[in-house]
């Protein structure tokens, strides 16, 4: 069992350019989370999907930020024309069911730094 | 809104020299307190859940605890290898997980 699969791990963009981030769930798991953690705070929720579907993205910037999970493949953090501020590591987790269901806590990945210059 | 803090910032021990971590957490209905665990370059790996006020769980040197306010994690006999920061998250009835900024443990040999 692979666990929560990230890459790359890292990524490095020129301001202006597009960040494509990749999550593959552990296997089994239908739920998907992305996080962002800046130097020295916690973790930020952005946005919960389950494959072909947005949950919540109550965390996630209006613009140029978008998520999704289709039903074959990996779930993609998308940011357009990227900023300094947009610089951070985001981390991707799963969990077996949905998050009402408290008794599992969430895999993580170990994360996508973008460093954008 | 809810709240999680996190003391202290950051935590230095002698091996075999015990302590506690502490999380003080506002929420509008509490399904759960987690506390993980973050090495360097790494996503936290998950350690506990908790429900409700005066519920305990037990890991190694590890025991997480709980109130109505706030979250100890008891470190007994520290090795060198706790060392890592250590996340308490708190969710609500509405939101996803809310996370403090963390705990940085330094366990000296």
């Known amino acids: 069992n692979a666990g929560v699969m990230q890459n790359p791990r890292h990524l490095v963009r020129r301001r202006g350019q597009e960040a494509r981030l990749r999550c593959s769930p552990m296997?089994?798991?239908?739920?998907v989370y992305w996080y962002r953690q800046l130097p020295e705070e916690g973790l930020k929720f952005m946005v919960y999907?389950?494959?072909?579907?947005?949950?919540?993205e109550s965390g996630m910037p209006k613009e140029r930020f978008s998520a999704e999970f289709p039903k074959e493949g990996p779930s993609i953090l998308r940011i357009q024309q990227v900023v300094r501020g947009d610089s951070a590591a985001y981390f991707c987790?799963?969990?077996?069911?949905?998050?009402?269901?408290?008794?599992?806590?969430?895999?993580f990945g170990s994360g996508t730094r973008l460093t954008v210059v | 809104e809810d709240q999680v803090t996190q003391s202290p910032e950051a935590l230095r021990l002698q091996e075999g020299e015990s302590s506690s971590l502490n999380c003080s957490y506002t929420v509008s209905g509490l399904r759960g307190l987690f506390w993980y665990r973050q090495d360097p370059g790494k996503g936290p790996e998950f350690l506990f859940t908790?429900?409700?006020a005066g519920e305990e769980k037990e890991k190694e040197r590890l025991k997480a605890t709980l109130t109505k306010k706030e979250s100890f994690l008891h470190i007994t006999a520290p090795k060198p290898e706790d060392s890592a920061t250590y996340l308490c998250a708190v969710q609500g009835v509405y939101n996803d997980m809310r996370f403090g900024a963390g705990t940085r443990l330094t366990v000296k040999p």
């Open positions: 908790l429900y409700s």
């Open positions: 987790a799963s969990s077996p069911k949905s998050r009402l269901n408290t008794n599992y806590g969430y895999t």
């Open positions: 296997k089994g798991h239908s739920h």
């Open positions: 999907l389950q494959k072909e579907n947005i949950i919540d």
